[in-house]
């Protein structure tokens, strides 16, 4: 299946997850918060999910889309972490020096993120994936942007639903 009818199978099954979450929190009693915010936030990992196995795949929109994002921030890491080892003394020339170099690892990182992805449909197209990003996504929220564990626990557990979406749709679920 192509970008197209990947993100749209993710936007029109989102009720479905909301559905489970509602069933697994009053049956099961898992600690789900679905508020607003957390639904909201909720349905845009699920989308995403729903698409992101396809970053092994060179061609797909997803690759070429989060491959500049990651030569950005790795040429940012390397100015902001290698600012001061570069440092010459001069307040013109430092910044231009430290981005020059920068630029030189955000180059390098571009062409890296490929040969470094595995083979299209290989690992990166697994529940393992599929847990690794909804744990991702939940350590994120918990930990990273100080929301409830209900709520977080929530978006991490429609990070996995999405991902396994795609894996379903693509009929390819496998454990690794």
């Known amino acids: 299946m192509n970008y197209e009818g990947h993100v749209l199978s993710g936007i029109l099954t989102y009720p479905l997850a909301v559905l489970l979450a509602s ?3 009053y049956y099961a009693n898992i600690p789900f918060e679905l508020t607003a915010l957390s639904m909201i936030l909720g349905y845009g990992v699920y989308v995403l999910g729903s698409d992101l196995p396809d970053l092994d795949h060179p061609e797909a929109l997803i690759h070429r889309g989060v ?3 990651v030569a950005v921030m790795v040429g940012s890491a390397v100015f902001v972490k290698g600012g001061n080892l570069l440092s010459i003394g001069n307040n013109v020339v430092d910044p231009v020096f430290g981005w020059f170099v920068a630029g030189l690892f955000a180059f ?3 062409y890296a993120f490929s040969a470094l992805m595995p083979k299209h449909r290989g690992i990166v197209h697994s529940l ?7 744990v991702l996504v939940f350590a994120t929220f918990e930990y ?3 929301f ?10 429609a990070a ?5 979406l795609h894996l379903i749709v693509d009929r390819e679920v496998k454990i690794i």
Do not use: N, Q, R
Not at 160 to 164: A, D, M, N, Q, S
């Open 67 to 69: 491959k500049p994002v």
């Open 128 to 134: 393992t994936f599929a847990l690794l990003y909804g």
């Open 23 to 25: 069933f697994l929190k």
């Open 160 to 164: 996995f639903l999405g991902y396994t």
């Open 108 to 110: 390098g990182s571009w």
């Open 144 to 146: 990273g942007l100080g």
């Open 148 to 157: 409830k564990l209900g709520e977080a626990l929530f978006i991490g557990f």
